[in-house]
Nanobody, 118 residues
Framework: QVQLVESGGGLVQPGGSLSLSCTAS????????MRWYRQAPRKERELVAL????????NYADSVKGRFTISRDNAKNTVYLQMNSLKPEDTAVYYC???????????WGQGTQVAVSS
């Protein structure tokens, strides 16, 4: 079955950096776009970044453009989110996601907590 396992969250000071990883299994990873979402307390889950199956197309939420970078290594079935210049408002649980359009099913990881605080 499809599994998405995130890692790399933690506590960082404002202006710092963190790198998140999401390792996938159970599907043809290179054939699927991958997404990072986040959900802050008392807020809706929001799309942070998207990368195509080949990695040739990337898109970002306006709030993270220029600070976050999404990438993938299809040989390792892993998608990454490099987060620089972190702000307190980046504090959230970050989720890895993929969507199977044939089955109309969203798949989610368990989430990893990112906290930005001095």
């Amino acid at each position: 079955q499809v599994q998405l396992v995130e890692s790399g969250g933690g506590l960082v000071q404002p202006g710092g950096s963190l790198s998140l990883s999401c390792t996938a299994s159970g599907f043809s990873f290179s054939g699927y776009p991958m997404r990072w979402y986040r959900q802050a307390p008392r807020k809706e889950r929001e799309l942070v970044a998207l990368i195509s199956g080949t990695g040739g197309y990337k898109n970002y939420a306006d709030s993270v453009k220029g600070r976050f970078t999404i990438s993938r290594d299809n040989a390792k079935n892993t998608v990454y989110l490099q987060m620089n210049s972190l702000k307190p408002e980046d504090t959230a649980v970050y989720y890895c996601n993929t969507y199977n359009s044939v089955l109309s099913v969203n798949y989610w990881g368990q989430g990893t907590q990112v906290a930005v605080s001095s």
